[in-house]
């Protein structure tokens, strides 16, 4: 973006890449955006901004992965699972689940 800012000082920032570069006049500034903008610096900014929202989304799938991991580890895998039958009536059977 083009803008004047006094007499005889023109600014030209680029949005993307936060470069700020000032002439006395607007057709030296001008000049600078256009070579600023076919650079490859800023064509690789450009596409970094494209992708930043993917790699965001994958950063925090990856981070919710290694969290839901964490929890199961803690959760299940350290703790042995309870050693009792789902049927209620096999519990009942002193015989073989805690009786004399
Ligand atoms: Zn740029």
Redesign the pocket.
Known sequence: MIRKERKARWVYT????D?TVAGPDQWTVYEFQWH??R?L??GF??LGHAIQPVIDAYVAAARALAGTAEQFQKDYALIPPPNLPHDPSLLRDRRKWGGR
């Open positions: 680029c949005p993307t890449c470069i600023h903008v650079s610096a800023h900014e450009q």
